[in-house]
């Protein structure tokens, strides 16, 4: 059983087992900050697109996905730089193309989610 912290004991407690396991599930603060700033990497319809399109086709090249997806390969190309500097890309060489696939993350997991219907 876990004990409220000092600084939440004037809340009113209904269900002090669920109190405990909730308790129990949370990581340390700056370990949520960091997973907040890795889920981040899908708030940004650029990159949202990117990891789609490299989702369905796999491993792919910058000017590639330019075409597939219509964004001009210098956008494409600094998008990439960010989403392997998070990790959620890897960048494979293959002679003279680079090709880029989805890292093994929970947040590359997300991409396989269904969309919500549009209101």
């Given amino acids: 059983m876990h004990l409220l912290p000092a600084d939440r004991s004037d809340h009113r407690v209904i ?5 405990c396991q909730a308790i129990a599930a949370l990581e340390p603060p700056e370990a949520i900050a ?13 990159r949202l697109t990117l990891l789609m399109a490299i989702k369905a086709a796999g491993p ?4 590639d996905l330019a075409a597939a997806t219509g964004i001009n390969d210098t956008t494409v190309s600094q998008t ?8 959620t890309v890897i960048a494979e060489r293959d002679g003279r193309v680079v090709r880029y ?19």
């Fill in 101 to 119: 696939r989805l890292a093994s993350t929970p947040v590359t997991g997300l991409l396989a989610i269904p969309p919500v219907p549009a209101p």
């Fill in 15 to 19: 269900d002090a087992e669920r109190i």
């Fill in 34 to 46: 960091a997973r907040a700033r890795q889920f981040a990497v899908l708030g940004d319809p650029t």
């Fill in 80 to 87: 990439l730089r960010y989403l392997r500097a998070s990790q």
């Fill in 60 to 63: 792919i090249s910058v000017s």
